[in-house]
């Protein structure tokens, strides 16, 4: 049995949980609502305050749909009540972010600046101008607004120059030697 798969979900008060036809999950909270049309293979159902994920057959499929149905199910009811964000950091001289509105502009380098407008259900936080925060209820949005972000500037191993998150670690590399 999938060890993720079988854990029941907890419902926290002031979450609802539907589940429609075709699978279709629709999670309710403080923060707003997520909907999502999940595998029709895997069976869920509602008991008492725990949602339960449970899977026809043993077959491969089956068996690796199981424990990402239960996952996703779990991130709509985390993002509905507590949220996601990434915190990024722009490392570099001259290099910086402002706000304006929903549009970020980002000063990386580049003859021109770049800008980027938060998507739906995302919102961008600067703290400072070299700490951006990226918000919002729905994990897979949040994480690929953060790096669509990173991207304009990955960090490079030399100097350490770059968008990079918060928790990330840079390899950094010893540079040429002069001749002697």
């Known amino acids: 049995m999938s060890r993720i798969g079988r854990l029941p979900i907890p419902i926290p008060a002031g979450v609802t949980v539907d589940i429609g036809s075709n699978n279709k999950v629709t999670v309710k909270g403080p923060k707003g609502e997520l909907a999502k049309e999940l595998p029709t293979e895997m069976e869920i159902k509602m008991e008492?305050?725990?949602?339960?994920?449970?899977?026809?057959?043993?077959?491969?499929k089956m068996k690796s749909l199981h424990g990402l149905t239960r996952t996703l199910i779990n991130n709509m009811v985390v993002?509905?009540?507590?949220?996601?964000?990434?915190?990024?950091?722009?490392?570099?001289?001259?290099?910086?972010?402002?706000?304006?509105?929903?549009?970020?502009?980002l000063s990386l380098g580049y003859s021109h600046p770049v800008e980027m407008e938060?998507?739906?259900?995302?919102?961008?936080?600067?703290?400072?101008?070299?700490?951006?925060?990226?918000?919002?209820?729905?994990?897979?949005?949040?994480?690929?607004?953060?790096?669509?972000?990173?991207?304009?500037?990955?960090?490079?191993?030399?100097?350490?120059?770059?968008?990079?998150?918060?928790?990330?670690?840079?390899?950094?590399?010893?540079?040429?030697?002069?001749?002697k």
Do not use: F, M
């Not at 008492?48 to 077959?59: I, K």
């Not at 993002?79 to 502009?105: C, I």
């Open 118 to 179: 938060d998507p739906e259900g995302v919102e961008t936080v600067l703290e400072g101008q070299n700490k951006i925060t990226v918000k919002g209820i729905d994990k897979e949005k949040v994480g690929q607004y953060a790096a669509e972000i990173r991207d304009k500037r990955r960090p490079e191993p030399y100097k350490g120059k770059g968008i990079k998150y918060a928790d990330e670690v840079i390899r950094r590399k010893v540079g040429k030697t002069g001749k």
């Open 79 to 105: 993002g509905v009540t507590d949220g996601y964000e990434k915190v990024l950091e722009v490392n570099g001289v001259g290099y910086r972010a402002a706000k304006q509105g929903n549009k970020l502009t």
């Open 48 to 60: 008492g305050a725990e949602v339960l994920v449970t899977r026809p057959n043993d077959l491969k």
